[in-house]
């Protein structure tokens, strides 16, 4: 039995639709070869070919439009292979913010087929880059670029859930994607990871279903969540390998699937260029081993990424 079942008396309440439609899978993706070096249309084609094949999924996300000249590169690969994309707007710095902007009018334009939603910010509330009114204010900014499209914004579950993200969903915002991640909570597979990430991703879309006094005038999705494989590093009692990870994707992800809510996974492929990190904890982090599959696009061995029907 998926661990959705344990939390779907709770989840019921606030969204008893939920339950009959299978949540949407995809995968964050991200711009640049195992080297470092940017991709180009063909790399993303490869990847596109990697991630239906082995999942079915048919939708990515990014983070910034015009890192590697993202939007140039992926849109066209898109419109080649079936695929759906959320574009990213990267507001932390004015040269950021303008040069998403600018990659977003001069290609999402061109390709509004293609291009899913646009989401402005990657957890900027967590960090307390912008207040929610301010962040309203940079996603509107957006829009105006894109009015038809899809928009809104990426954040953690617990910005949500705090009441930090009111003004998003009072303002009219149309996206809001929550990240949940149980092993940054410390949570181990078998032994409270599933429920933990469950109830945070419920309690984030239960005070936006609220607060909207709607299940359905804000789309919503879990924007990230996953956990390292072998070679990663362990989080307290949070253990990064690759059997946890297959287990976590099978009962928890799979499980968010069958609950109704679209997931996205962090993220597709291992990648190897990125430098380590420094956690919350002040300890070395290992960025590198978080793929659903390895930098090659190859499987990874024992991680079936099939949820059952």
Request: net charge negative; hydrophobic share 40%; aromatic share 12%.
């Amino acid at each position: 039995m998926r661990a959705a079942t344990t939390i779907a008396s709770i989840a019921l309440v606030v969204a008893p639709a939920l339950a009959v439609t299978k949540g949407t899978l995809g995968f964050a993706l991200g711009t640049k070869l195992a080297d470092g070096s940017c991709k180009y249309t063909s790399d993303y084609e490869a990847d596109f070919d990697a991630i239906k094949s082995n999942t079915g999924s048919t939708i990515v996300r990014g983070y910034a439009a015009s890192d590697c000249n993202c939007a140039q590169q992926i849109l066209p690969a898109a419109k080649s292979k079936g695929f759906k994309v959320i574009l990213g707007v990267w507001p932390d710095t004015d040269d950021s913010f303008n040069a998403d902007k600018l990659a977003l009018s001069t290609y999402a334009t061109q390709y509004t087929d293609q291009v899913y939603a646009v989401t402005v910010g990657s957890e900027t509330l967590y960090r307390g880059n912008f207040t929610g009114a301010e962040l309203l204010e940079k996603i509107q900014d957006v829009q105006a670029i894109l009015p038809d499209t899809l928009m809104g914004t990426a954040d953690s579950w617990n910005k949500y859930a705090d009441g930090t993200a009111d003004a998003l969903i009072k303002g009219g915002v149309k996206l809001l994607m929550a990240n949940a991640f149980s092993y940054w909570q410390g949570k181990e597979v078998g032994a409270g990871a599933e429920y933990t990430y469950l109830d945070d991703v419920q309690q984030a879309m239960g005070h936006i279903q609220l607060t909207a006094g709607s299940l359905d005038s804000i789309e919503f999705w879990n924007g990230e969540t996953g956990w390292p494989t072998t070679g990663g590093t362990d989080y307290g009692v949070a253990t990064a390998g690759t059997d946890l990870a297959a287990a976590y994707y099978t009962q928890a992800v799979c499980g968010m699937l069958d609950w109704g809510v679209n997931v996205f996974y962090f993220e597709a492929f291992d990648e190897p260029w990125k430098p380590a990190s420094v956690g919350d904890n002040g300890a070395a982090e290992d960025e590198t081993h978080w793929g659903a599959m390895n930098a090659d696009r190859s499987l990874k061995q024992g991680f079936s990424l099939q949820c059952s029907s």
